[in-house]
């Protein structure tokens, strides 16, 4: 996970301590980890899209509660998990 406050990014494959900066860094991530985690978020109940390249621009905003986040987190945990 890449990112604070209302934006992040999710690049599979890349060291969790570095920190993307450049297209090629994207480009060089697992895709096909990614659809598997898009797929089982899906399953769960939570719609995410994807670019091909990198889970993208997903954020949050005022609009959404903390039960809101929780309830996404919970998901893409199960989702993780089960992966």
Known sequence: MQG???RSG???G???HE????YNQVAAHNSTGLKRLIRACIERGLYLHCY???L???GFSTAHTMADLDWALDRIDAACTAM
């Open 4 to 6: 604070l406050g209302g």
């Open 10 to 12: 999710l690049f599979f």
């Open 19 to 22: 920190e993307v900066w450049t």
């Open 14 to 16: 890349v060291h969790p």
């Open 52 to 54: 091909d390249v990198a």
């Open 56 to 58: 993208g621009h997903h």
